[in-house]
């Protein structure tokens, strides 16, 4: 068992290796486009499989529900395609599946997603398909019904389950009076208080041309990818663009138990984060790979699990929202064990403002970073999704292309700087869900 | 709106269905090194990526009694040293490469996998190769990766009424096979796995010829053959493949369950039936089975969701499940969650009235169609994921299935007939060989 020191070790010498690629823009050539009736939209052409990816991200989500009706844009979602035009919920089911289309319909805190997936053989109707079930969801009994009685069901189980608990209460205390505070898909109460005319209401509001964000990824030309925009977005009205404002709302420093028979307990921690737009951003997310966002390599799992087999999952991650940022983190552990936990993770958030991070754990985030960047460009549909994303966040087209050569231009000084600023582990807010000891 | 997991085994490749290729689909490569080591490569030039992953023939049905969990367990210690990386330093070397790595365990497999820039594939699979054999396990890893093992398991099952109720189901379908026996393990078992028992697994399994590799993604055959001689070809086959499992006996009893819990706020009833697993020399009746699923279970317009959701507002969600990737037997499931107000007896006739009806008159030829279109244009879609590709192709080589028998399966499918769905209906789906059970809400003392 002595071995391990006397080998000399074949795998951790990293020196020899050449760098990276600087990213995958060579294969991508994304093509900012204007359709016929005037929509912007970005496409790549990807024609080996024949299938067409359409992503559209509408700004505005959960964070526009009127007081009362938390869980509406999330509930408009869940009925977009329960009926549609002509079509009842079992007519509309049938068609798509004649055409072998995906429909996906989701609301976030600041989007509503659509998400297509079609095959270039039926992609006319598909997209036709589509564009009534944006432009004319029915929002009949039955399905109102079905699906508000899921959604229910669903609430009630969510309030069993320590992480949801726990998650849902550390939003509430950081936003009293901002809809970031309210759970995305609602409460008991204000589900079932929503109407049809509510639904109407959020469908006008959520869905309009001047909020879309658009991306097409696959076997089709810009001629065809404009005239299909078009068909898509053919009934919806024009609307304003949504303008977003920073809530003054912070999470409130201390530590909160909520009881929850369980054996092991989930606690949500973070405290404020830095904008997108922040100069410190990048230097930033660097920081966090080698605390908490690197899975096995990152120090929290090192510390909480490796170490000391406290946890199976411990993480941290840069939150960006339209109205706020946050840096957030969680871990799971026994009742008996959160008290230490939490203690190893502050810990670790201490050391970090204090010291920042090694040259050596700097190469190894700059490596994983710039290295692992082109495997989220590996299909048709996550490309769609990235493109979406750098619309969103305003990245410019060249996005992908620069994005390298930030986290590459991140020093030591940088991430200390940025940590020092960042991490303040008094400020942390911490909600655990569980019955822990100790605490 | 589905509310109840189905899927029991861990990690990225749950369940896996036994997924078919389109005709059109990737080309796709096999062949075995001299130590026995079988060999698929998968092409998708799209991306300069490429998915690395080792498949052994070896997951929680083959643990000796008494000590479930070892096979997942002994895959988190495969993270652990070798002679030629420190502890925890596997993953360390894969994302300094700008790689990223996990691996799962299930009934019949363990896989370990990498996704990283094409040029790094040697160097995975020299870490990989490595590990296979040379792997050094002490006392003080095993403890403190059990006590990881056991808040996983206090996450994905204990906090969890349904993954509690979802062992409970599988330990009364199988009476005898260890599918019943879950994959992470009882935790009273996983609290004495120790070195021992982890050493002897590694031993007893983990060898080449015992062993998978599928490298899918921005490849050409020719150099994944000579990387793949030079790193694995070296390693001493073991010469004994995994032994043959105890089978169950005839079932003759319909078994129910009645769990209650005071976390449950939703109650719901499950069935299971155990059924046949993908076989080569009646790949049909799974082929059935699998569409049968569908045209119960699959979206508003399946026979489930028609009946209690939409006519009879008995349920709010109905579901199926059957995947054929199995190497011994395999479970065919269906649930139903009741509406407000509607109790469990009344959810569980109308799911039987359900059954008895498609028994009787088989599929629409319309229903039919649409499983199989729809079937079509998944095989197409499916090839956007070179992972997934990699994860079809490794999970049906590691229950024994051949790249033909993969390649032959949307043949198959087309070919079912309605009469054959019926058939399997009336064959399979059986009391006696089935549990029943109830998930309920538990009135909390006090």
Same mark, same amino acid.
């Given at each position: 068992?002595?071995?391990?020191?006397?080998?000399?070790?074949?795998?951790?010498?990293?020196?020899?290796?050449?760098?990276?690629?600087?990213?995958?823009?060579?294969?991508?050539?994304?093509?900012?486009?204007?359709?016929?009736?005037?929509?912007?939209?970005?496409?790549?052409?990807?024609?080996?499989?024949?299938?067409?990816?359409?992503?559209?991200?509408?700004?505005?989500?959960?964070?526009?529900?009127?007081?009362?009706?938390?869980?509406?844009?999330?509930?408009?979602?869940?009925?977009?395609?329960?009926?549609?035009?002509?079509?009842?919920?079992?007519?509309?089911?049938?068609?798509?599946?004649?055409?072998?289309?995906?429909?996906?319909?989701?609301?976030?805190?600041?989007?509503?997603?659509?998400?297509?997936?079609?095959?270039?053989?039926?992609?006319?109707?598909?997209?036709?398909?589509?564009?009534?079930?944006?432009?004319?969801?029915?929002?009949?009994?039955?399905?109102?019904?079905?699906?508000?009685?899921?959604?229910?069901?669903?609430?009630?189980?969510?309030?069993?389950?320590?992480?949801?608990?726990?998650?849902?209460?550390?939003?509430?205390?950081?936003?009293?009076?901002?809809?970031?505070?309210?759970?995305?898909?609602?409460?008991?109460?204000?589900?079932?208080?929503?109407?049809?005319?509510?639904?109407?209401?959020?469908?006008?509001?959520?869905?309009?041309?001047?909020?879309?964000?658009?991306?097409?990824?696959?076997?089709?030309?810009?001629?065809?990818?404009?005239?299909?925009?078009?068909?898509?977005?053919?009934?919806?009205?024009?609307?304003?663009?949504?303008?977003?404002?920073?809530?003054?709302?912070?999470?409130?420093?201390?530590?909160?138990?909520?009881?929850?028979?369980?054996?092991?307990?989930?606690?949500?921690?973070?405290?404020?984060?830095?904008?997108?737009?922040?100069?410190?951003?990048?230097?930033?997310?660097?920081?966090?790979?080698?605390?908490?966002?690197?899975?096995?390599?990152?120090?929290?799992?090192?510390?909480?699990?490796?170490?000391?087999?406290?946890?199976?999952?411990?993480?941290?991650?840069?939150?960006?929202?339209?109205?706020?940022?946050?840096?957030?983190?969680?871990?799971?552990?026994?009742?008996?064990?959160?008290?230490?936990?939490?203690?190893?993770?502050?810990?670790?958030?201490?050391?970090?403002?204090?010291?920042?991070?090694?040259?050596?754990?700097?190469?190894?985030?700059?490596?994983?970073?710039?290295?692992?960047?082109?495997?989220?460009?590996?299909?048709?549909?996550?490309?769609?999704?990235?493109?979406?994303?750098?619309?969103?966040?305003?990245?410019?087209?060249?996005?992908?292309?620069?994005?390298?050569?930030?986290?590459?231009?991140?020093?030591?000084?940088?991430?200390?700087?940025?940590?020092?600023?960042?991490?303040?582990?008094?400020?942390?807010?911490?909600?655990?869900?569980?019955?822990?000891?100790?605490? | 709106?589905?509310?109840?997991?189905?899927?029991?085994?861990?990690?990225?490749?749950?369940?896996?269905?036994?997924?078919?290729?389109?005709?059109?689909?990737?080309?796709?490569?096999?062949?075995?090194?001299?130590?026995?080591?079988?060999?698929?490569?998968?092409?998708?030039?799209?991306?300069?990526?490429?998915?690395?992953?080792?498949?052994?023939?070896? %997951?929680?049905?083959?643990?000796?009694? %008494?000590?479930?969990?070892?096979?997942?367990?002994?895959?988190?210690?495969?993270?652990?040293?070798?002679?030629?990386?420190?502890? %925890?330093?596997?993953?360390?070397?894969?994302?300094?490469?700008?790689?990223?790595?996990?691996?799962?365990?299930?009934?019949?497999?363990?896989?370990?996998?990498?996704?990283?820039?094409?040029?790094?594939?040697?160097?995975?699979?020299?870490?990989?190769?490595?590990?296979?054999?040379?792997?050094?396990?002490?006392?003080?890893?095993?403890?403190?990766?059990?006590?990881?093992?056991?808040?996983?398991?206090?996450?994905?099952?204990?906090?969890?009424?349904?993954?509690?109720?979802?062992?409970?189901?599988?330990?009364?379908?199988?009476?005898?096979?260890?599918?019943?026996?879950?994959?992470?393990?009882?935790?009273?078992?996983?609290?004495?796995?120790?070195?021992?028992?982890?050493?002897?697994?590694?031993?007893?399994?983990?060898?080449?010829?015992?062993?998978?590799?599928?490298?899918?993604?921005?490849?050409?055959?020719?150099?994944?053959?000579?990387?793949?001689?030079?790193?694995?070809?070296?390693?001493?086959?073991?010469?004994?493949?995994?032994?043959?499992?105890?089978?169950?006996?005839?079932?003759?009893?319909?078994?129910?369950?009645?769990?209650?819990?005071?976390?449950?706020?939703?109650?719901?009833?499950?069935?299971?039936?155990?059924?046949?697993?993908?076989?080569?020399?009646?790949?049909?009746?799974?082929?059935?089975?699998?569409?049968?699923?569908?045209?119960?279970?699959?979206?508003?317009?399946?026979?489930?969701?028609?009946?209690?959701?939409?006519?009879?507002?008995?349920?709010?969600?109905?579901?199926?499940?059957?995947?054929?990737?199995?190497?011994?037997?395999?479970?065919?499931?269906?649930?139903?969650?009741?509406?407000?107000?509607?109790?469990?007896?009344?959810?569980?006739?109308?799911?039987?009235?359900?059954?008895?009806?498609?028994?009787?008159?088989?599929?629409?030829?319309?229903?039919?169609?649409?499983?199989?279109?729809?079937?079509?244009?998944?095989?197409?879609?499916?090839?956007?994921?070179?992972?997934?590709?990699?994860?079809?192709?490794? %999970?049906?080589?590691?229950?024994?299935?051949?790249?033909?028998?993969?390649?032959?399966?949307?043949?198959?499918?087309?070919?079912?007939?309605?009469?054959?769905?019926?058939?399997?209906?009336?064959?399979?789906?059986?009391?006696?060989?089935?549990?029943?059970?109830?998930?309920?809400?538990?009135?909390?003392?006090?």
């Amino acid at each position: 068992m002595g071995m391990m020191a006397s080998v000399r070790p074949r795998f951790a010498a990293l020196a020899g290796l050449a760098l990276l690629a600087a990213g995958p823009a060579k294969a991508l050539e994304i093509q900012d486009l204007r359709s016929p009736g005037g929509a912007v939209f970005w496409l790549v052409e990807e024609p080996s499989i024949p299938i067409v990816a359409l992503e559209i991200s509408f700004a505005g989500g959960a964070r526009l529900d009127p007081e009362g009706r938390a869980g509406l844009a999330n509930m408009m979602a869940g009925l977009i395609d329960e009926g549609a035009g002509d079509l009842d919920a079992v007519g509309f089911s049938k068609a798509r599946d004649e055409l072998s289309a995906r429909f996906g319909f989701s609301a976030g805190l600041d989007t509503m997603d659509i998400s297509a997936r079609m095959l270039v053989e039926t992609l006319e109707p598909s997209m036709a398909l589509l564009a009534t079930a944006l432009a004319s969801p029915r929002f009949d009994p039955e399905p109102v019904g079905r699906v508000r009685a899921q959604l229910l069901a669903t609430i009630a189980e969510s309030g069993t389950k320590p992480n949801t608990v726990a998650a849902e209460a550390w939003y509430a205390d950081a936003f009293p009076d901002h809809p970031y505070g309210r759970p995305k898909r609602g409460t008991a109460e204000s589900v079932s208080a929503i109407t049809r005319n509510d639904l109407v209401a959020a469908h006008a509001r959520l869905l309009t041309r001047a909020n879309a964000r658009i991306a097409l990824v696959g076997a089709i030309d810009a001629a065809r990818a404009g005239r299909m925009v078009d068909t898509v977005l053919a009934g919806l009205e024009q609307g304003t663009p949504l303008v977003s404002e920073r809530t003054g709302d912070t999470p409130p420093p201390g530590l909160r138990v909520i009881e929850l028979g369980v054996p092991q307990s989930a606690a949500v921690f973070g405290h404020a984060g830095l904008a997108r737009t922040d100069p410190d951003f990048i230097p930033a997310y660097v920081m966090n790979y080698v605390l908490g966002g690197g899975g096995l390599a990152s120090r929290l799992m090192e510390e909480v699990r490796e170490k000391r087999g406290l946890a199976y999952s411990v993480y941290a991650y840069l939150s960006v929202r339209d109205e706020t940022a946050l840096y957030l983190g969680g871990v799971q552990t026994a009742n008996e064990r959160m008290a230490e936990s939490l203690e190893v993770i502050k810990a670790e958030w201490a050391r970090m403002a204090a010291k920042g991070i090694t040259a050596e754990e700097l190469d190894r985030a700059r490596r994983y970073l710039t290295g692992a960047f082109p495997l989220r460009f590996d299909s048709n549909a996550k490309i769609a999704s990235y493109l979406v994303f750098m619309q969103e966040e305003n990245l410019g087209i060249d996005y992908i292309e620069r994005r390298n050569s930030l986290i590459e231009a991140v020093t030591l000084e940088d991430v200390k700087r940025v940590a020092a600023r960042l991490l303040k582990p008094e400020n942390l807010s911490i909600v655990v869900a569980g019955q822990p000891t100790g605490l | 709106m589905r509310l109840i997991r189905t899927a029991m085994a861990f990690g990225l490749a749950l369940a896996m269905a036994l997924a078919p290729v389109a005709h059109a689909g990737p080309k796709v490569s096999d062949f075995r090194l001299d130590n026995g080591m079988e060999v698929v490569v998968i092409e998708d030039h799209r991306s300069p990526v490429v998915t690395h992953m080792v498949w052994y023939r070896v %997951g929680s049905a083959d643990e000796p009694w %008494g000590h479930s969990g070892i096979a997942h367990f002994f895959e988190h210690l495969m993270f652990k040293a070798t002679g030629d990386i420190a502890d %925890g330093a596997f993953s360390k070397v894969v994302a300094a490469n700008g790689g990223s790595d996990n691996a799962f365990t299930s009934y019949d497999y363990t896989a370990y996998f990498q996704r990283i820039a094409a040029d790094r594939l040697g160097l995975v699979m020299g870490m990989e190769a490595d590990r296979m054999r040379n792997l050094v396990l002490t006392d003080d890893v095993v403890v403190t990766e059990r006590d990881v093992i056991l808040e996983e398991r206090n996450q994905r099952t204990d906090n969890s009424p349904q993954g509690l109720f979802a062992e409970q189901m599988s330990a009364a379908l199988y009476m005898n096979h260890p599918y019943g026996v879950p994959v992470i393990g009882w935790r009273h078992e996983i609290e004495q796995l120790n070195l021992a028992d982890a050493q002897a697994f590694y031993d007893r399994y983990y060898a080449p010829d015992n062993a998978i590799l599928v490298v899918a993604g921005d490849v050409e055959p020719a150099a994944v053959r000579a990387l793949a001689e030079t790193h694995y070809g070296p390693l001493r086959p073991s010469g004994r493949p995994p032994e043959a499992r105890p089978q169950e006996p005839p079932q003759l009893a319909p078994r129910r369950l009645e769990m209650r819990d005071p976390r449950v706020r939703q109650p719901f009833v499950r069935r299971i039936y155990l059924v046949p697993s993908y076989d080569p020399s009646n790949p049909r009746e799974a082929a059935a089975l699998s569409i049968l699923s569908d045209v119960l279970g699959d979206g508003i317009t399946s026979r489930l969701a028609r009946a209690l959701q939409l006519d009879q507002r008995v349920a709010i969600d109905t579901g199926s499940h059957y995947s054929p990737a199995r190497r011994d037997r395999a479970d065919f499931s269906i649930y139903g969650v009741p509406a407000p107000g509607q109790d469990l007896a009344t959810v569980e006739a109308a799911m039987d009235a359900v059954l008895a009806e498609l028994i009787g008159d088989g599929p629409t030829g319309e229903e039919l169609a649409r499983i199989k279109r729809l079937n079509r244009a998944a095989r197409i879609f499916a090839q956007d994921s070179m992972a997934s590709q990699a994860r079809r192709y490794g %999970g049906a080589l590691a229950i024994g299935q051949t790249v033909a028998d993969v390649r032959n399966w949307p043949a198959v499918m087309e070919a079912v007939t309605a009469e054959e769905v019926r058939r399997a209906a009336e064959k399979y789906l059986v009391p006696e060989h089935s549990v029943t059970g109830w998930l309920m809400v538990a009135k909390e003392a006090g």
